[in-house]
């Protein structure tokens, strides 16, 4: 999941920024993340209850690299997707 951010953000906010997941792979994704530190996942005592998820500095450390895959997935767009 390419998606670099440095606020924080609920559940819902990146189900739509992400789009085309279904709410079930996007928290398992979202768990697999913050077991491997790279985002932190902050539960706060509202009611409704409310969970924000942030980067973490381990998470930030990616940032050069994702922007590389990310730039050449772009650069070979056409060539992956055979247009």
């Known amino acids: 999941m390419y998606h670099p951010c440095e606020e ?3 559940f819902t906010q990146i189900s739509k920024e992400v789009g085309g997941v279904t709410d079930k ?3 398992k994704e979202l768990k697999n993340l913050e077991a491997n530190r790279l985002i932190k996942r902050t539960v ?3 009611f409704p209850l409310t ?3 942030s980067i973490t500095a381990h998470g930030l450390s990616l940032e050069n690299v994702l922007d590389e895959l990310h730039f050449w ?3 070979h767009r056409k060539k992956i ?3």
């Open 81 to 83: 997707l055979g247009k």
């Open 51 to 53: 969970v924000e998820y």
């Open 8 to 10: 924080s953000k609920r």
């Open 73 to 75: 997935g772009l650069a």
């Open 25 to 27: 792979v996007l928290s």
């Open 44 to 46: 706060y005592d509202t």
